[in-house]
């Protein structure tokens, strides 16, 4: 690699554009009007869904962003995971994928092999096939996938369909964009880094495999919004939450690192598009950051009837990452979202 090109300047879900930013945009689209188009932009959820006959819907997603660790391979890995799980939050099969590359000229092509071979891997995973792809020279390393996958036009989890009452469950821990902050400042421990990374490269295949078996209400994966951006999408202008700090999943290490002010952009565009929606009872500063934090290849937040979520958290605990029932979905009083 050449010396004067940085690889990892600091990328995943935290280059996103903000929420606040990118509604008032598509906000200005005209809806598409056609009875098999299943889901669409307009609900903000995590993929659209076409139907194609009565008994089967294709799904499709994209994402891409720059590296935010300095491995390539574990890049491609993060990447790839990170696009494909839009597929799993919708409920879906994956079957093909097509690699998504920016690339500059001068830096060794022998990175951009070890991207690949990451990506491919994942997919490979996931049970897919990488058929192709697009590249292009940029400045900037970019990579990611655009992805297919099939589902049942009936059984599709949609992001903005909570039920009053439901348990809100959430597969994967947050803070790792936190973590990534403190490791490019070289500040973080061996062990978190090594948590994040684990949770990143982790498919949401494995949690969405077991949903089948629960009365699913809705799904999202949490990104780049972070938790309490994407929960304000599923619970849509009807429903409210309540948080319990205490039973949020999340990498110890980062409340120390939130406290060190080892934050992002990202997550402060995030709490000014939902932080007065948002009431914080007695939390601390640095849990706040850890709720707003954007998260690359988050883990799932599931809207489920109260009386199966203690079975359902039984078999994703047995996955190996932390996670937790974090909550419930209450009617709309007052504040949206109340965290305690």
């Given at each position: 690699?050449?010396?004067?090109?940085?690889?990892?300047?600091?990328?995943?879900?935290?280059?996103?554009?903000?929420?606040?930013?990118?509604?008032?945009?598509?906000?200005?689209?005209?809806?598409?009007?056609?009875?098999?188009?299943?889901?669409?932009?307009?609900?903000?959820?995590?993929?659209?869904?076409?139907?194609?006959?009565?008994?089967?819907?294709?799904?499709?997603?994209?994402?891409?962003?720059?590296p935010m660790v300095?491995?390539?391979?574990?890049?491609?890995?993060?990447?790839?995971?990170?696009?494909?799980?839009?597929?799993?939050?919708?409920?879906?099969?994956?079957?093909?994928?097509?690699?998504?590359?920016?690339?500059?000229?001068?830096?060794?092509?022998?990175?951009?092999?070890?991207?690949?071979?990451?990506?491919?891997?994942?997919?490979?995973?996931?049970?897919?096939?990488?058929?192709?792809?697009?590249?292009?020279?940029?400045?900037?390393?970019?990579?990611?996938?655009?992805?297919?996958?099939?589902?049942?036009?009936?059984?599709?989890y949609k992001n903005?369909?909570?039920?009053?009452?439901?348990?809100?469950?959430?597969?994967?821990?947050?803070?790792?964009?936190?973590?990534?902050?403190?490791?490019?400042?070289?500040?973080?421990?061996?062990?978190?880094?090594?948590?994040?990374?684990?949770?990143?490269?982790?498919?949401?295949?494995?949690?969405?495999?077991?949903?089948?078996?629960?009365?699913?209400?809705?799904?999202?994966?949490?990104?780049?919004?972070?938790?309490?951006?994407?929960?304000?999408?599923?619970?849509?202008?009807?429903?409210?939450?309540?948080?319990?700090?205490?039973?949020?999943?999340?990498?110890?290490?980062?409340?120390?690192?939130?406290?060190?002010?080892?934050?992002?952009?990202?997550?402060?565009?995030?709490?000014?598009?939902?932080?007065?929606?948002?009431?914080?009872?007695?939390?601390?500063?640095?849990?706040?950051?850890?709720?707003?934090?954007?998260?690359?290849?988050?883990?799932?937040?599931?809207?489920?009837?109260?009386?199966?979520?203690?079975?359902?958290?039984?078999?994703?605990?047995?996955?190996?990452?932390?996670?937790?029932?974090?909550?419930?979905?209450?009617?709309?009083?007052?504040?949206?979202?109340?965290?305690?």
């Open positions: 690699m050449q010396e004067d090109i940085i690889f990892c300047k600091g990328g995943g879900c935290t280059a996103k554009l903000g929420p606040g930013m990118l509604a008032s945009v598509l906000e200005q689209l005209p809806k598409t009007k056609d009875p098999n188009l299943l889901v669409g932009f307009d609900s903000s959820d995590d993929a659209s869904v076409y139907k194609l006959t009565e008994n089967l819907a294709i799904v499709q997603t994209l994402d891409f962003f720059p300095e491995d390539p391979y574990t890049f491609g890995q993060i990447a790839a995971a990170n696009a494909l799980s839009d597929i799993y939050a919708m409920g879906g099969v994956v079957k093909t994928a097509l690699n998504i590359v920016c690339f500059p000229e001068k830096m060794d092509l022998n990175i951009l092999g070890k991207i690949l071979q990451g990506g491919n891997d994942k997919v490979l995973e996931a049970g897919g096939i990488l058929s192709g792809g697009h590249s292009i020279v940029d400045t900037d390393v970019k990579y990611g996938l655009s992805v297919t996958g099939v589902i049942h036009p009936d059984k599709i903005n369909s909570c039920r009053e009452g439901d348990a809100l469950i959430l597969t994967k821990p947050l803070g790792v964009g936190i973590i990534c902050t403190a490791e490019r400042m070289k500040e973080c421990s061996r062990e978190a880094m090594e948590l994040a990374l684990r949770s990143m490269t982790t498919l949401n295949k494995y949690a969405a495999e077991l949903l089948g078996e629960y009365e699913v209400h809705a799904c999202t994966d949490v990104t780049g919004f972070g938790f309490l951006g994407h929960l304000n999408e599923m619970l849509g202008e009807e429903l409210g939450a309540v948080i319990d700090s205490l039973q949020v999943p999340y990498i110890r290490e980062a409340v120390h690192y939130a406290d060190e002010f080892y934050i992002t952009a990202a997550a402060q565009r995030n709490r000014n598009h939902v932080g007065d929606r948002v009431e914080f009872h007695k939390l601390p500063f640095a849990m706040e950051e850890i709720l707003f934090d954007p998260q690359t290849s988050g883990g799932l937040l599931i809207s489920i009837p109260q009386k199966e979520a203690d079975a359902l958290l039984g078999q994703i605990e047995s996955l190996g990452l932390p996670c937790g029932i974090v909550g419930s979905v209450t009617g709309r009083n007052g504040t949206k979202i109340i965290v305690r």
